[in-house]
């Protein structure tokens, strides 16, 4: 199987785009993750990307869902007893 080369800041190699994207990232986020490294491959494509995340998550019409809301609780699991399979 073939593996994603990860671009690396300072590596003399890395296209002044891969490194703008990565230096985008680290300011964003604090840190560069293996993701972004792989996503650096292709800075034009990567820099779409995080701006259509970023369109979504703060950009949007929305309503935010609370914490306690039926939607975000977690289904409480059920033990299934052999008499309520039979009946």
Do not use: C
């Not at 986020?29 to 259509?52: C, S």
């Not at 950009?59 to 609370?66: E, G, I």
């Not at 939607?71 to 033990?79: D, E, L, N, Y």
């Amino acid at each position: 199987m073939a593996r994603i080369p990860t671009v690396r800041e300072d590596d003399p190699g890395t296209p002044p785009e891969a490194r703008e994207f990565l230096k985008r990232v680290e300011g964003g986020l604090g840190e560069v993750f293996n993701a972004a490294r792989l996503l650096a491959n292709h800075p034009q494509q990567a820099n779409a990307l995080i701006e259509f995340v970023r369109s979504v998550r703060h950009h949007n019409s929305l309503t935010p869902t609370l914490p306690n809301s039926p939607i975000r609780r977690r289904p409480t699991p059920t033990i299934a007893t052999t008499e309520s399979l039979i009946t």
